[in-house]
């Protein structure tokens, strides 16, 4: 379980003395590093980042950071990482959609009945709601799935808000998207296998994937276990505020809960009058240290609304967006002979509850 203290200016810290702890505020800062750069984009393009880099970022030394990244490897609670391509390369979206749901109503349930709307990825299943994130194929076909979400989870309202990745106009080529598929279920894989795979050198994969993140072609998404989590609570705080105020609420925020920050999703309004919005997750002790901090963002000047969800369980349904993802891939040009190429099509492995 997390320990935490006071300093004199009631930033929440951690306890120099907390020798149980599962997990410190290094571990948060360097889980951010891998998820999440300083860009407003959701996720970050630089999932290749070095031990080194990662070090110099969150302030540590290299061995520091390497023992770090072992024991949440190994505790399970990052149980893996799928490649996600900008949904703007192809003409869509992403979106999160949240409803309220009856506390004592199975989770799981209600969960596994979302699948069938299409490009849902995950089910984040709070303690009285349930948090949707989903990928649509252009914006005529958002307000149909969201419609569909609503009818196969019985909620009187769903509400939604579209997750902005940065624009992008990258003109691929053949040897372009053999790499993406080559690393559709590994972003991790390393450059000699990267290389071997689509035919070319360690350093020609090197070149032509660090192009394709810096035009935002590419992201990394980790797949969380919280069956493996750590003690403590997991909130997402999502706020509301006027588009005139983002820069000034979002910097005082992020300053005091950025010890317990993993990774922050900037939103866009669905509709259009609707107020911007930003969700914070946290890792955090207990619900008196969560109570107080949603109290004081509250009094944020500029903050409208703040509503919190307290994350008990992640579904995955990552094979759908694989099928979905192996089917616009198939349609583009390859530089691979026949063979090689009916390798890469082979069937998403079901992830399934996370």
């Known amino acids: 379980?997390?320990?935490?203290?006071?300093?004199?200016?009631?930033?929440?810290?951690?306890?120099?003395?907390?020798?149980?702890?599962?997990?410190?505020?290094?571990?948060?800062?360097?889980?951010?590093?891998?998820?999440?750069?300083?860009?407003?984009?959701?996720?970050?393009?630089?999932?290749?980042?070095?031990?080194?880099a990662v070090a110099k970022r969150v302030?540590?030394?290299?061995?520091?950071?390497?023992?770090?990244?072992?024991?949440?490897?190994?505790?399970?609670?990052?149980?893996?990482?799928?490649?996600?391509?900008?949904?703007?390369?192809?003409?869509?979206?992403?979106?999160?959609?949240?409803?309220?749901?009856?506390?004592?109503r199975p989770k799981g349930d209600l969960a596994e009945g979302l699948r069938l709307a299409p490009g849902v990825l995950f089910v984040h299943a709070c303690y009285d709601s349930l948090i949707v994130f989903l990928?649509?194929?252009?914006?005529?076909?958002?307000?149909?799935?969201l419609e569909l979400v609503r009818r196969l989870s019985g909620a009187p309202e769903v509400f939604a808000a579209r997750i902005p990745f940065p624009e992008c106009h990258a003109v691929l080529t053949a040897r372009d998207w053999d790499l993406l598929r080559a690393l559709r279920k590994d972003p991790r894989k390393s450059y000699s296998d990267l290389a071997a795979e689509i035919g070319v050198s360690s350093r020609t994969a090197r070149v032509r994937l660090s192009r394709l993140t810096a035009q935002g072609v590419a992201f990394a998404l980790p797949l969380i276990n919280m069956r493996a989590a750590p003690g403590g609570?997991?909130?997402?705080?999502?706020?509301?505020?006027?588009?005139?105020?983002?820069?000034?609420?979002?910097?005082?925020?992020?300053?005091?809960?950025?010890?317990?920050?993993?990774?922050?999703?900037?939103?866009?309004?669905?509709?259009?009058?609707?107020?911007?919005?930003?969700?914070?997750?946290?890792?955090?002790?207990?619900?008196?240290?969560?109570?107080?901090?949603v109290g004081w963002v509250r009094e944020v000047p500029g903050v409208?609304?703040?509503?919190?969800?307290?994350?008990?369980?992640?579904?995955?349904?990552?094979?759908?967006?694989?099928?979905?993802?192996?089917?616009?891939?198939?349609?583009?040009?390859?530089?691979?002979?026949?063979?090689?190429v009916r390798e890469h099509r082979t069937a998403a492995e079901p992830l399934g509850r996370a």
């Not at 967006?321 to 040009?333: A, I, N, T, V």
């Open 135 to 145: 990928e649509y194929e252009d914006e005529r076909s958002l307000p149909r799935i």
């Open 233 to 293: 609570v997991f909130p997402h705080v999502l706020v509301w505020y006027a588009n005139d105020r983002k820069r000034e609420v979002d910097k005082a925020i992020t300053a005091r809960v950025e010890p317990y920050l993993w990774h922050r999703l900037h939103l866009m309004p669905y509709r259009s009058g609707d107020l911007w919005s930003c969700g914070y997750d946290l890792i955090l002790p207990n619900m008196a240290v969560l109570t107080e901090l």
């Open 1 to 52: 379980m997390l320990h935490i203290s006071r300093d004199p200016c009631g930033i929440l810290s951690p306890s120099d003395t907390a020798r149980d702890a599962r997990v410190d505020t290094l571990d948060v800062r360097i889980m951010r590093a891998f998820v999440q750069d300083q860009a407003l984009s959701p996720l970050t393009t630089n999932f290749r980042a070095s031990l080194a």
């Open 304 to 340: 409208e609304k703040v509503r919190t969800f307290l994350l008990e369980e992640i579904f995955s349904y990552f094979d759908s967006y694989d099928e979905g993802l192996e089917r616009k891939l198939s349609q583009m040009p390859t530089a691979l002979p026949a063979a090689r």
């Open 59 to 104: 302030g540590e030394d290299e061995d520091t950071v390497r023992h770090r990244l072992r024991k949440i490897e190994a505790s399970g609670f990052i149980r893996g990482w799928r490649l996600v391509l900008n949904p703007q390369l192809l003409g869509g979206g992403q979106a999160m959609v949240w409803f309220e749901v009856d506390p004592s």
